[in-house]
């Protein structure tokens, strides 16, 4: 008797320090986000004024997508495709706003716990309500549908329903700072506690069911998210477990504010010039504290780090943030949803590299997956796919094409009580669109014609 126990002792034993090897080989994992940063809002990618040597040292230091797509030209369903790597339509999330993940999604998250993965989501969730009792950023239609992050596989957070400030996040644009010291781009100053295009500032930050912060330290959002990122990786890098930290920054979506340090960096510019590219100049400088924490903490070769931006730059608030491309916010053209995209782990990749492969954030789930060795039973279908070793091989072909849908925005209708969408397929080279609902379409040869300014069936 006493054998039989010292043997499940041992068995005991072995396993479970098989099982702790196991998941300390598994990488880190951290998915970073910008909000409605443009192609053409980094200074890698060809922006002659904006400040971002941290990202800029990044891409030099991994790799650089040329062709990397939001799976949607709007926040909400592009983040929901981050989570569970399916078109946004199959989990009903057409557009920001007014919609929650449902509970049969299977996300990044759950998916990772199941490997013994620690998991935080930090910043902007949107993706659902995250109380059922306050209504928090007002989006016409009523509260969001309640799907916050602990209930889709996020042990804690540290998020916001919606958009914030990016400076001083819980004061109101305007009021005690006054209109021209603190102020976002915009065609008109606002006033303390004036609404703007249906929205207010100041959502809460939550921690947890019917938690949340009441008194937000002051100074740069960025740096107030990344605060609580690094006490958590640090956390989790003491106890030797891997973890996923999602990081979804609320820069530089409206309002967009930056602090005198910041704005000094750009002496010459006007005031909204300042808080615009001093914005993403602070968002940039949080991109370096996080990557030289992982190196303080001896983590950096087995640590993930996938930068990219959820959607193109706002339509009226930006400084030519397509870059070259045309198009931008809600827009299925090149610039609604090619974005900034790095990724960096240097254990796997050594030698830098610019990849002209398209890559898409509905990829980001199976490719993590199976780097994990993840099989999901019960997986609804996934529309992303693994591209991971195709990245890591320098391949410049995609096996499958990436499709696009989304409703028409009210700017590019003919008649704004039309219901009509627009649609996208992505093969490679070759890009198919139409934004009337299908009545007509155009090709574009994106390598030769990237600025999508070339009809091929109309040239010919």
């Known amino acids: ?203 809460f930050y939550w921690i947890g069911e019917d938690k949340y912060v009441e008194v937000m330290p002051e100074g740069d959002d960025s740096k107030i998210i990344m605060n609580k990122a690094l006490d958590f990786i640090e956390r989790k890098s003491t106890e030797k477990s891997p973890f996923l930290s999602v990081i979804w920054f609320h820069t530089p979506h409206t309002p967009v504010v930056a602090g005198n340090e910041q704005r000094a960096k750009y002496p010459d510019l006007d005031i ?16 370096g504290v996080l990557r030289e924490k992982l190196r303080k903490l001896q983590i950096e070769d087995n640590t993930i780090v996938w930068f990219c931006s959820d959607n193109g730059p706002s339509y009226i608030h930006n400084y030519n943030s397509s870059g070259r491309l045309r198009g931008k916010k809600a827009e299925l053209y090149e610039g609604g949803v090619r974005v900034p995209a790095i990724l960096e782990w240097p254990s796997k990749i050594t030698n830098p590299f610019i990849s002209q492969l398209p890559v898409s954030t509905s990829d980001f789930y199976p490719s993590i997956l199976a780097i994990c060795g993840i099989e999901m039973e019960n997986q609804p279908i996934l529309d992303g796919v693994n591209v991971m070793e195709s990245i890591l091989t320098k391949k410049e072909k995609r096996e499958t094409p990436i499709l696009f849908q989304s409703p028409v925005p009210n700017r590019l209708k003919k008649q704004e009580t039309e219901d009509v969408e627009q649609f996208s397929i992505v093969d490679n080279n070759y890009k198919l669109i139409s934004i009337d609902g299908g009545k007509s379409f155009q090709l574009y040869d994106l390598n030769d014609d990237p600025t999508e300014s070339i009809d091929i069936v109309e040239k010919k």
């Open 272 to 287: 909204p010039q300042q808080h615009w590219f001093g914005a993403i100049s602070a968002m940039d400088e949080q991109i």
């Open 1 to 203: 008797m006493k054998r039989i126990i010292y043997i499940t002792i041992f068995l005991f034993f072995v396993l479970g320090c098989s099982k702790q090897k196991s998941n300390q080989n598994f990488p880190n994992i951290i998915l970073v986000t910008a909000d409605d940063l443009g192609y053409g809002d980094v200074a890698c990618y060809g922006n002659p004024t904006v400040l971002t040597p941290h990202l800029d040292e990044m891409a030099n230091a991994g790799i650089r997508f040329e062709r990397f797509y939001s799976t949607a030209p709007v926040c909400s369903p592009t983040r929901g495709s981050c989570l569970t790597g399916r078109h946004p339509y199959r989990y009903n999330m057409p557009w920001a706003g007014r919609y929650g993940l449902p509970k049969e999604e299977i996300t990044i998250a759950e998916a990772l716990k199941t490997k013994g993965y620690s998991t935080r989501h930090f910043g902007k969730w949107h993706v659902g309500g995250l109380s059922k009792i306050i209504n928090q950023s007002e989006f016409p239609g009523g509260p969001s549908p309640y799907s916050p992050p602990w209930e889709n596989g996020f042990y804690e957070c540290f998020s916001t329903e919606s958009m914030m400030p990016t400076y001083n996040p819980y004061y109101q644009v305007g009021g005690e700072f006054g209109t021209e010291d603190y102020r976002f781009v915009q065609n008109e100053p606002v006033e303390k506690g004036q609404k703007t295009g249906g929205f207010r500032w100041g959502d």
